[in-house]
């Protein structure tokens, strides 16, 4: 078992390397507003939100593996009007410029998280109504991957839309567990994030 791990984790390190070595062919465009709004560093814009308990996901500069990806399978995941947005590395079509997300135990609503994605291109995108994904073979060994996490969403009436931007509330359900999903989309931007749904009240929840 350890020998197949060493080899995963080493695998996956030449990954990481290759990845950051690769140069971007498209070069991102700023726009004013977004600058403004998020000064540039998601990191930072990011760790505004109002919740505490972060789940770090690096230490002393190594990379902590979490089932994140298994809690929430639709963390991050847009598609556009042609498909899925895939965030690919050493590839000149990549459409993603930077994506960040932190995540949360928080003691007052439970696990939760804030996700930011900068386009390259101002683009719409959408949820799907179902996302899957396999377990994690490296917190659950090779059978993991034979576990697939779903999770279902639904439209709340919560939904806006403006000539620059817009906005939208969703019903989550994964893993036996609701939750409520905001989305909002300006332009280059994506910000998106998820809280635990109190007692199945919409209202509640939005307002607490």
């Not at 505004?48 to 990379?63: G, I, R, V």
């Not at 696990?111 to 799907?128: H, I, K, M, R, W």
């Amino acid at each position: 078992m350890r020998t197949w791990i060493n080899s995963l984790c080493g695998f996956m390190l030449l990954f990481v390397l290759a990845a950051c070595n690769s140069e971007k062919t498209e070069k991102f465009v700023w726009e004013k507003e977004i600058a403004q709004l998020t000064g540039k560093n998601l990191d930072k814009w990011l760790r505004q939100a109002p919740f505490s308990n972060e789940l770090k996901q690096t230490d002393e500069n190594k990379l902590v593996f979490t089932n994140a990806e298994q809690v929430f399978p639709f963390m991050a995941r847009y598609k556009n009007a042609v498909g899925e947005l895939r965030e690919t590395y050493n590839d000149p079509e990549n459409p993603v410029y930077q994506k960040k997300t932190v995540l949360y135990q928080d003691p007052e609503w439970g696990d939760l998280f804030v996700n930011a994605t900068f386009l390259y291109d101002d683009q719409e995108v959408f949820l799907d109504r179902s996302y899957s994904t396999p377990g994690n073979v490296i917190l659950g060994g090779p059978d993991a991957a034979m576990d697939i996490h779903r999770a279902t969403l639904s439209e709340t009436a919560v939904f806006a839309r403006t000539s620059d931007h817009k906005t939208g509330i969703y019903w989550v359900r994964t893993s036996g567990k609701d939750y409520l999903l905001g989305l909002y989309q300006k332009g280059r931007l994506i910000f998106e994030t998820v809280i635990p749904l109190r007692a199945t009240d919409t209202l509640a929840t939005l307002f607490s």
